[in-house]
């Protein structure tokens, strides 16, 4: 039998899970799929990135999980009330894709390249190393985290299919 079970985390959402579940997020264009891990309590986190800052929000009510100044802290929260210890966390990231063409040096047109920097600003502030990350290009993702190995498995039509 088979005690792996499939967790989704949607667009501008995040999740924890444990043990043997999988965490999988699919549609990861100029979005970013960031993973956090405690190896030692296999406690693992994903977050869907949409937008780089909290700042552009324009809803009265902030979704904690759109943005990556504000789901980086709050998954760290959630796993740390599952038992995991941010000390030994560490991160891998996948999406962050430019997916379309523009005539522009407008960083507003830059969401995804803008999503890796903010991730990225964000794991230096918690002082969480980033092991590895299949970020940019200009093509679509879908990720799968392991909470058992953690390994990150990433698929795309362009790539196949590669574990990091």
Do not use: W
């Not at 965490?23 to 979005?31: P, V």
């Amino acid at each position: 039998m088979n005690d792996e079970h499939v967790v989704k985390v949607g667009m501008a959402d995040l999740k924890v899970a444990a043990g043997g579940a999988i965490l999988k997020t699919t549609g990861l264009g100029s979005c970013v799929g960031l993973t956090l891990f405690d190896e030692r309590t296999k406690v693992a986190g994903m977050a869907h990135v949409m937008l780089p800052s909290s700042e552009i929000a324009r809803e009265a009510s902030i979704n904690m999980a759109k943005y990556a100044d504000t789901s980086i802290p709050r998954l760290i929260e959630l796993m740390r009330q599952e038992g995991a210890e941010p000390r030994r966390f560490v991160a891998k990231m996948a999406g962050g894709a430019q997916m379309f063409a523009f005539n522009t040096n407008n960083d507003s047109m830059r969401i995804g390249p803008r999503n890796v920097e903010s991730c990225k600003q964000m794991l230096k502030q918690f002082h969480i190393p980033l092991l590895s990350e299949d970020t940019g290009a200009n093509y679509g993702r879908t990720i799968e985290f392991c909470c058992m190995s953690g390994v990150l498995t990433i698929r795309s039509v362009q790539q196949g299919v590669k574990e990091i």
